[in-house]
């Protein structure tokens, strides 16, 4: 049985896929305790022939490959087609836009896969939110989705759960204050297509469908939610979403 299952949706950037697995494997201490999902659209060529070709074979991974969908805002649905398929209990949601940098990365998370209800937050590095958070599958599977937006999503999860009886939210954040120093750095690679969408949304605040599902899957963890054990929580800091908004990031491409 795994203890960490990293969920990799990625289209047509094969460098950026390579370079996280072997950034991500080659910084493991037990690349057994490990495995690997990668979803691919059908039609993106070059990321299949390089699962085909380049991929490495000294590793468990899975590649899954379905239709395009909505491209860049269906990436929480391929993520939802890839976590019930997971061994681990800590689920790993990345992007081919980071860098692993820290060795032993797995040891280090390894042991809060016996908290059900934590969230661990990689340094990203990258001013913004943090976009590589490692969730545990139970949390998951009360929602019953990774949730689009998937680091402001669980991020106000958090901090609706840190509302009631235990005063706790659910973020462990890897900063070396609150838990042990890991560092997943983020390119925060984005299409135009982000800016398009986003500016259609009346005052470029997050529908109100979005809203809905963060509190309903705040409701279903609070009422099973009965605190971290003082040996794996330590308090998270005041969260920086406020009332479900954003700052728009920048586009490339």
């Known amino acids: 049985m795994k203890t960490i299952?990293?969920?990799?949706?990625?289209?047509g950037r094969p460098e950026g896929m390579h370079t996280f697995i072997n950034s991500a494997f080659d910084n493991c201490d037990n690349k057994d305790n490990v495995e690997l999902f990668i979803r691919i659209?059908?039609?993106?060529?070059?990321?299949?022939?390089?699962?085909?070709?380049?991929?490495?074979?000294?590793?468990?991974?899975?590649?899954?490959?379905?239709?395009?969908?909505?491209?860049?805002?269906?990436i929480h649905t391929?993520?939802?087609e890839l976590?019930?398929?997971?061994?681990?209990?800590?689920?790993a949601l990345m992007s081919d836009d980071i860098t692993c940098e820290t060795k032993g990365w797995d040891t280090l998370i390894a042991p809060y896969a016996e908290d059900n209800y934590i969230i661990l937050?990689?340094?990203?590095?990258?001013?913004?939110?943090?976009?590589?958070?490692?969730?545990?599958?139970?949390?998951i599977e009360l929602a019953?989705?990774?949730?689009?937006?998937?680091?402001?999503?669980?991020?106000?999860?958090?901090?609706?759960?840190?509302?009631?009886?235990?005063?706790?939210?659910?973020i462990v954040r890897l900063n070396k204050a609150e838990g042990p120093h890991v560092i997943f750095?983020?390119?925060?690679?984005?299409?135009?297509s982000w800016k398009d969408e986003f500016e259609t949304w009346p005052g470029n605040h997050y529908p109100q469908a979005f809203n809905d599902s963060v509190s309903e899957t705040a409701r279903k963890i609070s009422a099973k939610f009965r605190g971290h054990s003082p040996e794996n929580y330590r308090p998270p800091p005041s969260p920086s979403v406020n009332n479900f908004d954003i700052k728009m990031p920048p586009c490339i491409g």
Not at 5 to 11: C, G, K
Not at 41 to 47: M, P, Q
Not at 185 to 192: D, G, S, V, W
Request: proline share 7%; hydrophobic share 30%.
């Open 5 to 11: 299952s990293i969920i990799l949706p990625t289209r």
């Open 41 to 74: 659209d059908s039609d993106d060529v070059d990321s299949i022939e390089y699962c085909k070709t380049r991929l490495r074979k000294d590793i468990d991974v899975k590649v899954v490959i379905g239709s395009r969908g909505k491209g860049y805002f269906s």
């Open 78 to 80: 391929f993520m939802d």
């Open 83 to 91: 976590w019930p398929l997971a061994e681990g209990s800590l689920l």
């Open 121 to 139: 937050w990689p340094d990203h590095r990258h001013e913004g939110g943090g976009v590589t958070p490692i969730i545990h599958k139970h949390l």
């Open 144 to 170: 019953g989705t990774v949730g689009q937006w998937t680091d402001v999503y669980w991020e106000n999860v958090s901090k609706a759960v840190s509302q009631g009886p235990t005063k706790q939210g659910l």
């Open 185 to 192: 750095r983020h390119a925060r690679i984005y299409p135009p």
